[in-house]
């Protein structure tokens, strides 16, 4: 819960700062503080805010590494200097870590804008700058988490540029790096997220055929792809994207039903097939 991580990481910061020795390490503590509070409005699609926050997170981990390299002469203990570099490094990776999520949490701005060809520009930065955090890393755990990042970034430039272009190649491409994101995802949760927009992209796809053919096989499979999504973002928590997918559901049918009507010669039957379009 990055509300209560983010109380905890405060507590523990101001009690750092009422001691004397250990007291350059508070802000350090008040960083991490702020990227749960970032985390927190970028589960509530609040990116802007998000970003203001990753961004003073950022620069207090900058300040917490300065403080540190000029007290750390003061320190006379190898053990103690050693734990004093390892903190160090660590706060030069995490300001890494914060301007790469600023990165994409202006790449889901610019999607939710509507701005998808830069939207789809930014989240191949986004892929970029993680994979550089991620040659920092050696815990495996740590570098599979970034991992996931990478491609989920790379699945949403792909979705971005194929609605920016309706093509059905990339949608499929998308498609195929969010099922790879599922293999990387440690919960049923995320597993379920990332299969509902696998099964989204594959529906987007082949509606993207259909409308360049009407066969009436493409409908059936963006049909049946667009029900599973609803299901997998239902399994998810995903409300509002199921709901998404369900409403293109109705769309894509009554595109089918007007293409019917269209080619129908039996004026009563055009007449019913254009009622259920509507």
Request: charged share 30%.
């Given at each position: 819960?990055?509300?209560?991580?983010?109380?905890?990481?405060?507590?523990?910061?101001?009690?750092?700062?009422?001691?004397?020795?250990?007291?350059?390490?508070?802000?350090?503590?008040?960083?991490?503080?702020?990227?749960?509070?970032?985390?927190?409005?970028?589960?509530?699609?609040?990116?802007?805010?998000?970003?203001?926050?990753?961004?003073?997170?950022?620069r207090?981990?900058?300040?917490?590494?300065?403080?540190?390299?000029?007290?750390?002469?003061?320190?006379?203990?190898?053990?103690?200097?050693?734990?004093?570099?390892?903190?160090?490094?660590?706060?030069?990776?995490?300001?890494?870590?914060?301007?790469?999520?600023?990165?994409?949490?202006?790449?889901?701005?610019?999607?939710?804008?509507?701005?998808?060809?830069?939207?789809s520009?930014?989240?191949?930065?986004?892929?970029?700058?993680?994979?550089?955090?991620?040659?920092?890393?050696?815990?495996?755990?740590?570098?599979?988490?970034?991992?996931?990042?990478?491609?989920?970034?790379?699945?949403?430039?792909?979705?971005?540029?194929?609605?920016?272009?309706s093509?059905?190649?990339?949608?499929?491409?998308?498609?195929?790096?969010?099922?790879?994101?599922?293999?990387?995802?440690?919960?049923?949760?995320?597993?379920?997220?990332?299969?509902?927009?696998?099964?989204?992209?594959?529906?987007?796809?082949?509606?993207?055929?259909?409308?360049?053919?009407?066969?009436?096989?493409?409908?059936?499979?963006?049909?049946?792809?667009?029900?599973?999504?609803?299901?997998?973002y239902?399994?998810?928590?995903?409300?509002?994207?199921?709901e998404?997918?369900?409403?293109?559901?109705?769309?894509?049918?009554?595109?089918?039903?007007?293409?019917?009507?269209?080619?129908e010669?039996?004026?009563?039957?055009?007449?019913?097939?254009?009622?259920?379009?509507?």
């Amino acid at each position: 819960n990055p509300a209560s991580a983010k109380e905890h990481y405060n507590r523990a910061a101001e009690l750092l700062e009422s001691t004397g020795k250990w007291n350059l390490l508070s802000t350090n503590y008040f960083a991490w503080a702020h990227v749960e509070d970032a985390e927190d409005l970028s589960q509530r699609e609040r990116c802007k805010e998000s970003i203001d926050a990753f961004g003073e997170a950022a620069r207090l981990f900058k300040d917490s590494e300065s403080k540190m390299r000029e007290q750390s002469y003061r320190i006379e203990s190898t053990e103690e200097r050693q734990m004093m570099e390892m903190l160090m490094d660590a706060a030069d990776h995490r300001q890494g870590l914060c301007k790469a999520r600023i990165a994409l949490e202006e790449a889901r701005s610019l999607d939710k804008e509507g701005k998808l060809g830069s939207a789809s520009e930014k989240y191949g930065l986004v892929a970029e700058m993680f994979a550089k955090v991620k040659q920092g890393l050696t815990a495996d755990e740590d570098r599979k988490e970034i991992e996931l990042i990478i491609t989920l970034s790379k699945a949403w430039k792909a979705m971005a540029k194929a609605e920016a272009e309706s093509s059905p190649e990339l949608y499929e491409e998308a498609a195929h790096l969010f099922d790879e994101a599922k293999n990387l995802s440690p919960g049923d949760r995320a597993k379920n997220m990332a299969l509902g927009h696998s099964r989204l992209c594959m529906a987007l796809g082949a509606g993207a055929r259909y409308a360049d053919t009407s066969d009436s096989a493409l409908h059936a499979a963006a049909a049946q792809n667009l029900e599973s999504a609803a299901k997998y973002y239902l399994k998810a928590d995903l409300q509002s994207a199921a709901e998404y997918a369900k409403a293109s559901k109705l769309l894509f049918d009554s595109y089918a039903y007007v293409n019917r009507a269209s080619s129908e010669e039996d004026q009563e039957k055009k007449t019913k097939l254009y009622t259920m379009a509507e």
